[in-house]
């Protein structure tokens, strides 16, 4: 008897934990499904956050009226999180491909709310159940509160370094609906002489496991076929890594690269991008030697670069090592960058660039800074003045630098806002936009240590594109794209440089982007 008692408390407590670690990854699932397919990162995060904790407020309250036959409603509540849970971002992406405009964001957010809520129903009857078979109730609190707060932990950090990565977004879903499953059918077993329709539960729970199974095995392809539904051209590779969702498709010839949903270039106008961001500084700068590379994981800024014969080392540094795995394996990638990670005078390192550059003692003579946009607070840091001061820290003082800044049409007051933060540091700067037809207008941003005088730049490499004559137009800007930025009350617009401390280009970024 005493040893059955044990039993039970002592998978109790498991249980609390395990369906811990389960709720905390279906928050953090939905949090990287809404910032995915939604945009906008810290804004989807802090909304799947706000309501699963609303959610499980809701139901922790709702369970004050559950005071019978706590196992079986445990039981049905965790049916409830399995199917639920389960088939969430396969539904996700199905309401994205197929739903009207607007829908798939309501349907994220009621699906995080629902799982928040039955989340909130489990614990309170946990430990009423504890107490119930002879637990003390301070003890069976304490200790089920002790195993949901550390299986959160764990959750987090088995989605973020393991499940995500390994498993992807659809898979992931239902390999953890599928241990919600488990618990629900070992309190079944364990409780089986407390619980009447045994079979008409057994059969449930048996019913939904095999829903689960099909999804772990079919799920994700047909999951594939919804999301091709979101790009122009045919998926033809498909991959989460730790930092982002990697996705490339090809057409006709045309290979394109997306990060998180958002086109990092097209090979088939990608050489109009990134001859402007490379050839111009090298240009510029008095030496060659020594070039940094911050981003430009795909290897195309490197493969300019290293068309200088008097370049000794290369410098890559790029936070996603899957990003820079792909530029050195993938064989469109390959034809694209010809090999230029896979070069003796590149060196490839996996880091945050803010914290390389902290941590640096070295100069470099031209610095590239080919970052995705300041879409979020991670990539924000990388566009403030205490960042572009460091950039300024490492060029050496006859050194250039370019700087990737959107497009000044679409976003005219984040790219001048990006403009004025690099002057702030003071470097002098320059200032250049090129028409890229996959992406439309783009604006770079360069800055020395000394004045830039655009029209004594001549290209020293072989370009497609570029030639000194267009490169000197390039610093010309239209009326609706020029610094002097109208209101609509017909005042000038006064900008100020963006900081760690305020982070206004977050909010500058999101206001010209919705649209598009």
């Known amino acids: 008897m005493a040893a059955n008692f044990q039993n039970k408390t002592r998978f109790i407590y498991w249980a609390s934990g395990i369906v811990s670690i389960c709720g905390i990854i279906f928050e953090v699932l939905f949090g990287a ?38 196992v079986i409603t445990f039981v049905w509540i965790e049916f409830m999180v399995a199917l639920v849970g389960g088939f969430s971002s396969f539904m996700m992406f199905g309401m994205t491909a197929f739903a ?91 409780f089986r002489k407390e619980i009447n329709r045994l079979r008409f539960h057994t059969a449930a729970g048996v019913l939904i496991g095999l829903l689960l199974i099909g999804g772990l095995f079919f799920g994700e392809e047909m999951a594939f076929s919804f999301e091709q539904k979101l790009y122009k051209d045919p998926i033809i590779l498909k991959e989460d890594s730790a930092y982002q969702h990697i996705v490339m498709t090809k057409e006709e010839g045309d290979t394109r690269l997306y990060l998180d949903g958002s086109l990092q270039f097209s090979s088939s106008d990608e050489e109009r991008y990134h001859e402007t961001l490379v050839h111009p500084p090298m240009a510029e700068a008095s030496k060659r030697e020594h070039i940094l590379i911050l981003g430009g994981g795909d290897g195309l800024a490197a493969r300019e670069v290293l068309q200088y014969p008097e370049v000794k080392d290369i410098t890559l540094v790029d936070l996603d090592p899957a990003m820079t795995k792909l530029a050195k394996t993938n064989y469109h990638l390959l034809q694209m ?13 996996n880091k945050d660039a803010f914290q390389f550059l902290k941590q640096s003692e070295s100069f470099y003579d031209v ?29 050496d003082p006859g050194g250039a630098a370019m700087i990737q800044a959107t ?3 679409f ?98 970024y999101e206001s010209a982007w919705q649209h598009y």
Not at 102 to 107: Q, R, S, V
């Open 33 to 70: 499904l809404g910032s995915y397919i939604l945009g906008d990162g810290v804004k989807q995060y802090t909304l799947t956050i706000s309501l699963f904790l609303t959610g499980m407020g809701i139901g922790a309250s709702i369970s004050e009226k559950v005071m019978k036959r706590l």
């Open 411 to 508: 976003a005219t007051k984040v790219y001048w806002t990006i403009s004025d933060t690099i002057e702030a540091t003071g470097l002098y700067t320059e200032n250049f936009h090129v028409d890229i037809p996959s992406f439309g207008n783009w604006g770079f941003v360069m800055a020395s240590r000394e004045p830039i005088d655009a029209g004594s730049i001549h290209l020293k490499a072989d370009t497609n594109y570029l030639t000194d004559e267009l490169l000197n137009s390039m610093t010309v800007f239209g009326k609706d794209e020029d610094r002097e930025i109208i209101s609509k009350e017909g005042k000038k617009v006064s900008l100020k440089p963006n900081t760690l401390i305020d982070p206004h280009l977050i909010q500058l």
């Open 407 to 409: 497009s000044p049409v």
């Open 367 to 395: 610095i590239l800074v080919d970052l995705p946009d300041p879409n979020n607070e991670s990539l924000n840091k990388l566009y403030t003045k205490e960042f572009y001061s460091l950039v300024r820290n490492h060029l």
């Open 337 to 349: 960058n010809k090999g230029s990670l896979l070069n003796d005078k590149v060196t490839v390192l």
């Open 100 to 190: 009207p405009e607007g829908t798939d964001a309501l349907f994220l957010y009621l699906l995080t709310f629902t799982v928040g809520g039955l989340t909130g129903l489990e614990l309170p009857i946990l430990i009423r159940k504890a107490n119930e078979i002879g637990e003390e109730l301070n003890r069976s609190t304490a200790r089920v509160l002790f195993s949901d707060y550390a299986g959160g932990l764990i959750g987090g950090l088995l989605f973020a370094f393991y499940l995500r990565p390994q498993m992807g977004m659809v898979k992931s879903a239902f390999f953890v609906a599928c241990i919600n499953l488990a618990i629900a059918i070992g309190v079944l077993y364990l």
